[in-house]
C-alpha cells in the first residue's frame, strides 16, 4: 500500500513539476518580446518566480524524494530502463537548472536570447518526459 501512496504522489508531483516546466519558457517568450523596465516586464519577473518558487522547485524536490523511494521500495536499481530513465530525468534536471539561470537573468534585465530560443526550448521538456514516459510504461529493456 505504501509504494501505491508513493506512486500516486510521484505523479501529482511530476504533473506539477511538467506544467511548470511546459508554462514557464512561454514567459519566458513573451518576456522576451517586451522592454526592460517596462510593466510588462516587470509582470512577467513576477509570474516567472513565483512559478518557479512556489510550483516548480517544489514539485522538482517531491517527484526526486517520492520516485526515489519508490525505486528504493520497488529494487528498480538492476532495470536497464530504469537507468535509461533517469537519464532522461537528469536531462529534465539540467533544462530546470537552465530555467533557473535564464529566469534570473530576466530578473537582472540580462536576458540575451530571442522569443525564437525559448520556444524551442519549450520543446525540450515535451520530448524527455515522451521518453521518461515510455520507458516506465513499456519498460522496453
Do not use: C
Request: net charge positive; glycine share 6%; aromatic share 14%.
Amino acid at each position: 500500500m505504501l509504494y501505491d501512496w508513493l506512486k500516486a504522489l510521484h505523479i501529482i508531483a511530476i504533473i506539477a513539476w511538467m506544467a511548470g516546466m511546459l508554462y514557464l519558457p512561454r514567459l519566458f517568450v513573451y518576456h522576451a518580446d517586451a522592454a526592460p523596465g517596462s510593466p510588462q516586464s516587470e509582470t512577467f519577473k513576477v509570474m516567472e518566480r513565483r512559478l518557479l518558487k512556489a510550483i516548480i522547485n517544489p514539485a522538482m524536490i517531491a517527484a526526486w524524494i517520492f520516485g526515489g523511494s519508490m525505486a528504493w521500495l520497488g529494487h528498480h536499481w538492476d532495470q536497464p530502463w530504469f537507468w535509461a530513465k533517469i537519464v532522461l530525468v537528469l536531462g529534465m534536471q539540467a533544462i530546470h537548472g537552465n530555467m533557473v539561470g535564464w529566469q534570473r537573468a530576466f530578473e537582472a534585465d540580462r536576458n540575451t536570447r530571442s522569443a525564437r530560443f525559448y520556444r524551442m526550448v519549450n520543446e525540450i521538456p515535451t520530448v524527455l518526459m515522451i521518453g521518461i514516459v515510455l520507458l516506465v510504461i513499456l519498460k522496453p529493456f
